[in-house]
């Protein structure tokens, strides 16, 4: 490319005004089409859509949408769009000059416009047994003196990260979630493709109830719950009725033990499952991570929202903390790797560190936490996806 003390003063022909004109339109059109996501915000009332089936994902799954491109059971052609820009692949992912492709937004719109809490469902009201109300307490801080013991492989002390009250309020949001996705097999068949992240999620806090120090009235029941989710993953799936079924009756016992109810027929359940083996498909439980982040970057994006949604908000990072730990537990390939955990690590204390200054009431640090989830998202998928 010539040096600028080359170049040749010319004086503006009518081809290079037009040029100039074209360029403007073009640089209009950007900002009003705004910027959007191959993954869409929370489903619905502010529920998290997990990603689309066919996003990429860093495990198995296509990823989310945790694409995170076009969430499973929403249009992905509702106007907001990609801005039209080159697109170049670096290792295996798609930029936008320096800016990760799937952080755009498909409808930027309606995601402004969802300010409805992750997991619930409209119309309803999450069931939160007495006394087991959403969000309190704070999860506790991690032991160690860094702030990190608990952002490792090995045994976990899950009550270091999350409350049972917060277990069991994540649980009943999944239970509303799929309680209207299972009502009709075309209620079903519409949205099947966002279920499975949201199933994983119900298995991983069945596995955390399990361990877990503190009791709700369901932790008895707790590896039945996990047993039963399994069965609603056993297979991929599909638009028809067998895989209707497959998640459709599990649910209902599962349903029934929330609802006070002794299970029926799950004597025999077998004990501690691994992680790995009970959540065999890791893209797809992360899935669920990267709709907490959008639906935290939009319901979580200020002062008086930080106020006004509090024990949601707290929840909410909670369980990513939970699910990113989840991700380092053996099994999964990355139980010894020092690399894949300089990511992770970083993200769990972020989460608690939300947690705090959400309790607190100080969104400048609430702030930071999140910046350091999208820094740690952002660097570990550079390197993994």
Not at 283 to 296: Q, T
């Amino acid at each position: 490319m010539p040096s600028q003390s080359n170049l040749k003063p010319n004086r503006p022909t009518f081809s290079r005004v037009a040029g100039w004109f074209l360029c403007g339109l073009l640089t209009i059109n950007l900002v009003l089409s705004g910027c959007g996501s191959d993954d869409e915000a929370p489903a619905e009332n502010g529920a998290e859509t997990p990603a689309n089936a066919t996003s990429a994902q860093p495990a198995s799954q296509p990823a989310v949408s945790p694409n995170i491109a076009a969430l499973p059971g929403q249009s992905t052609n509702s106007g907001g769009g990609r801005p039209p820009a080159d697109v170049r692949r670096v290792n295996g992912r798609d930029w936008i000059g320096d800016i990760p492709l799937n952080v755009w937004y498909r409808d930027p719109l309606a995601v402004a416009g969802d300010t409805t809490p992750a997991g619930t469902n409209p119309g309803t009201n999450p069931v939160i047994n007495p006394g087991n109300s959403v969000g309190t307490p704070v999860g506790r801080p991690p032991t160690s003196t860094n702030g990190s013991s608990n952002t490792g492989g090995g045994a976990v002390a899950w009550n270091d990260l999350i409350s049972i009250k917060q277990v069991d309020g994540e649980v009943r949001n999944i239970r509303n979630r799929l309680k209207s996705r299972l009502q009709t097999p075309a209620a079903y068949n519409s949205s099947y493709l966002e279920l499975m992240p949201h199933i994983y999620t119900l298995t991983a806090m069945a596995l955390v109830a399990e361990d877990h120090s503190e009791q709700v009235t369901w932790s008895q029941y707790a590896k039945q719950i996990r047993a039963l989710s399994m069965k609603m993953s056993q297979e991929k799936l599909q638009r028809n009725p067998k895989s209707y079924k497959q998640v459709q009756i599990p649910f209902e016992q599962v349903d029934d033990i929330l609802n006070g109810n002794a299970p029926v027929g799950l004597n025999d359940v077998p004990g501690k499952v691994p992680f790995a083996e009970a959540i065999p498909d890791m893209g797809e439980l992360m899935k669920r991570f990267e709709v907490a982040e959008k639906w935290l970057t939009v319901n979580a994006n200020s002062e008086n929202s930080l106020e006004s949604r509090k024990e949601e908000i707290i929840q909410e990072v909670l369980v990513l903390a939970v699910l990113t730990k989840i991700t380092t537990q053996e099994g999964y390939g990355y139980y010894e790797d020092e690399d894949f955990q300089a990511h992770t690590n970083p993200m769990i204390k972020a989460c608690l560190d939300m947690a705090k200054a959400a309790e607190a009431g100080n969104y400048e640090a609430f702030d930071l936490g999140m910046s350091t989830i999208r820094k740690s998202c952002t660097e570990c998928h550079a390197d993994y996806r």
